[in-house]
């Protein structure tokens, strides 16, 4: 977060459902207008259940709600069984979101929160991180392929028409690596 002090930057476990939800929402429609694609529609008992369990993680600016991200060992979306390659103990990143205002200025606060989920997700011992991304968001996708995430099969389209596609950074060896090495 250049030019701003730490101080300024605090991350916590999100209380406030309304507020995460808001915030979940503004993103939504600014990356919506910029993208020209439709938002999606958010579900808020799910983000309540969300706050509850203690999942969301939130970044705070001057005491404003600035990103977040949830951070599950569920996955938060329909998962096939060959959907990811292996993976032990996978986390799963979703609902990442920055405040309007800091996208408008190219703020790095949505790689700062990814940074973060990669570092609980290890820290709690995941060996992997997965998520889901909607491929029209393309300065989305492109920032989790910078921080190491890879794409994994097709673009999926569900009958909704909402299109996404599965990303996952690994930690450690790649597996069928690990498998090779221990014979």
């Known amino acids: 977060m250049t030019g701003s002090t730490a101080v300024d930057w605090t ?13 979940l929402r503004a993103c939504d429609a600014y990356q ?9 529609v958010r579900n808020t008992g799910t983000t309540e259940r969300r706050v509850r369990s203690g999942e969301v993680h939130l970044l705070r600016h001057d005491g404003e709600a600035a990103g977040m991200f949830t951070l599950s060992w569920d ?20 609902r990442l979101a920055v405040a309007p205002r800091l996208l408008a200025d190219s703020a790095p606060t ?5 940074r973060r989920a990669t ?27 910078l921080l190491g995430f890879r794409r994994h099969g097709d673009v999926l389209t569900d009958a909704a028409g909402r299109r996404t596609v599965r990303l996952q950074k690994s ?10 090495e221990s014979r």
């Not at 991350?11 to 915030?23: G, I, N, R, S």
């Open 75 to 94: 996955p938060p979306f329909t998962l096939a069984a060959d959907a990811f390659p292996p993976a032990v103990r996978p986390a799963y990143l979703g």
């Open 11 to 23: 991350w916590e476990t999100a209380e406030d459902p309304d507020e995460v939800h808001a915030l």
């Open 119 to 145: 570092e609980l997700a290890s820290a709690r011992g995941a060996d992997a991180l997965r998520s889901e991304a909607n491929p029209d968001l393309a300065g989305t996708v492109k920032l989790l392929e």
């Open 171 to 180: 930690f450690g060896p790649d597996p069928a690596t690990r498998s090779e």
């Open 32 to 40: 919506a207008r910029r993208y020209g694609s439709p938002a999606p």
């Open 110 to 114: 949505g790689a700062t929160c990814v």
